[in-house]
């Protein structure tokens, strides 16, 4: 390969990996930390209450979820069956790591990674509207949609071939920074259970992103939460720590067309250098209606999220 043709592939190869890492970063962010559709709060208000026997325990009026007549009757405190709120999630800093990149005029595509090495970081700007219904007082299942806003860098390191008959290589360092902005929509479900004041919530979801690439991006991500439902003074309160694999390594496929109207394909192997993330968070109780998500995570490799996300229960 000459090194005039080495170097218009790694303006290419860069420019792919900033888009490609946009899109795992759009599947990360639209996973926000709340398990389930309101946070672990629903769970939390499942623990037993003192007092109240199943002779107490009043009637309910409501279609779902089902099985609620015999949670309370055990002496449980639901929540309303339906929410709909709106997350904003912030994620800084994730590294990214690119295993592979392919080139070419036509398919199959070449791999061109012994010329380059590659290492990006994104920061991400999330907003999510979310559904949810609770089917049975243990099961929650939910849908999300929102847009996302990426920016990542991309640190290229290119080895090209020295020209001319001699041994050696030549080596050119870049930076290049790029914006995009897509969609992200999915949906998934959290199963709960509760012990007097502590509760537990495992959560999946799956998630589909689409920035203008030849293909959707999809990912399932799980988490699990554990947590302690009580009270600051009068304010309901629920405190939990998690952990959740969000795994996003995907290729991106796309195609550019060249100035000399030829189309170029490529192809980018690329996902998180950890899927983990640690979190800590709370769900503010101010009515058996309003609640308010605030989470807080990172995962130990530089990269943070943040998250706030307010529901109205109905």
């Not at 912030?90 to 398919?107: A, E, P």
């Not at 290492?119 to 979310?130: E, H, Q, W």
């Not at 290589?169 to 004041?197: F, H, K």
Request: glycine share 10%; hydrophobic share 45%.
């Amino acid at each position: 390969m000459s090194t005039a043709r080495s170097l218009l592939f790694v303006a290419l190869i860069a420019a792919v990996t900033q888009a490609a890492d946009a899109a795992a970063e759009a599947i990360d962010s639209a996973n926000t930390p709340d398990g389930t559709a309101d946070g672990p709060a629903a769970v939390a208000q499942q623990s037993t209450s003192e007092g109240t026997g199943p002779a107490a325990a009043p009637a309910y009026s409501r279609v779902l979820p089902f099985l609620a007549d015999e949670a309370i009757k055990a002496g449980h405190d639901l929540p309303l069956p339906f929410g709909a709120g709106v997350i904003l999630t912030g994620l800084d800093n994730r590294k990214i790591d690119v295993s592979d990149v392919r080139v070419g005029l036509q398919n199959p595509v070449q791999s061109v990674s012994q010329f380059v090495q590659l290492r990006s970081t994104s920061n991400v700007f999330n907003a999510n509207f979310k559904f949810d219904t609770w089917l049975l007082p243990f099961l929650d299942v939910y849908a999300l949609a929102g847009y996302v806003h990426n920016t990542s860098t991309t640190d290229a390191l290119v080895s090209v071939p020295r020209p001319g008959p001699g041994p050696g290589t030549i080596e050119y360092q870049t930076e290049v920074t790029t914006e995009l902005d897509g969609v992200v929509a999915g949906g998934g479900l959290a199963l709960a259970a509760g012990y007097g004041p502590f509760f537990f919530v495992a959560d999946a979801t799956y998630i589909q992103s689409d920035l203008g690439f030849d293909d959707t991006f999809k990912a399932l991500i799980a988490t699990v939460r554990a947590g302690w439902n009580g009270r600051a003074g009068a304010q309901p309160l629920q405190l939990w720590l998690g952990v959740g694999d969000w795994d996003t390594h995907a290729t991106a496929k796309g195609h550019a067309t060249l100035a000399n109207g030829q189309i170029l394909n490529f192809e980018a192997d690329q996902g998180p250098q950890t899927p983990w993330i640690y979190d800590v968070g709370t769900n503010l109780q101010f009515s058996k209606r309003l609640q308010l998500v605030i989470d807080v995570g990172g995962d130990f490799h530089g990269g943070w999220v943040f998250v706030v996300g307010p529901t109205w229960r109905f």
